[in-house]
């Protein structure tokens, strides 16, 4: 995988267009301007957390003694459902009134809308796919969460801009091409396990 597909996956996963009408939502109450002090605040939680399983991520799974290949069919399934999750949406209830009273913290914004378990089980998985490559994998996660970061920011001014139809489309283009990302992530995931299968054969 190249730098700029890693942060194309990267900025796909944590899904900052379809973030903006749940930050909207989960932000009605907060004052103006707070609102991007926030926002700024829950990005740089969901940083720490996906660096923390960034790098512990590989060590766990070395423990259950979980293998490449299965590690990268397992990824490409489950960024498969988020595509489809993504390209048909059935309704949620998201709670905002439960689960936001005043300002939020950490729940829902950090976690899960931006550091869920789709994007932590991804940036797990690239790392440990080729762990060597650290460095060009955590540049790649900074520069995604900017570009989240940036479009999250303005998600007051791109609802306005785009309306929901518009944010609608671009989240199901969005999930097109994760889909593509998972079949590819889950044929390479194969050919992985058959060529291990005919070297031990």
Not at 40 to 61: Q, V
Not at 188 to 200: D, F, I, M, N
Request: overall charge neutral; glycine content about 8%; charged content about 15%.
């Amino acid at each position: 995988m190249t730098f700029t597909a890693a942060v194309i996956l990267f900025i796909l996963v944590m899904d900052p267009l379809g973030g903006i009408p749940f930050f909207i939502a989960a932000l009605r109450k907060v004052p103006l301007e707070r609102k991007k002090k926030v926002i700024a605040r829950e990005m740089l939680i969901a940083l720490t957390f996906l660096i923390l399983f960034m790098f512990l991520g590989p060590k766990i799974l070395k423990l259950l003694s979980i293998s490449g290949p299965s590690l990268t069919i397992a990824g490409g399934i489950i960024l498969l459902l988020i595509a489809i999750k993504m390209i048909f949406p059935g309704h949620q209830d998201c709670g905002f009134e439960t689960l936001v009273q005043d300002e939020p913290l950490i729940v829902p914004l950090a976690i899960p809308y931006v550091s869920g378990p789709s994007a932590l089980a991804t940036v797990m998985l690239v790392v440990s796919r080729e762990p060597q490559r650290w460095p060009e994998w955590l540049l790649a996660l900074v520069v995604a969460w900017l570009i989240t970061g940036i479009i999250l920011m303005m998600c007051v001014e791109l609802e306005n801009i785009l309306g929901e139809r518009g944010v609608v489309a671009i989240e199901r283009l969005m999930g097109m091409i994760l889909t593509a990302i998972a079949v590819e992530m889950t044929l390479t995931g194969v050919h992985s396990y058959l060529t291990l299968l005919a070297e031990v054969g």
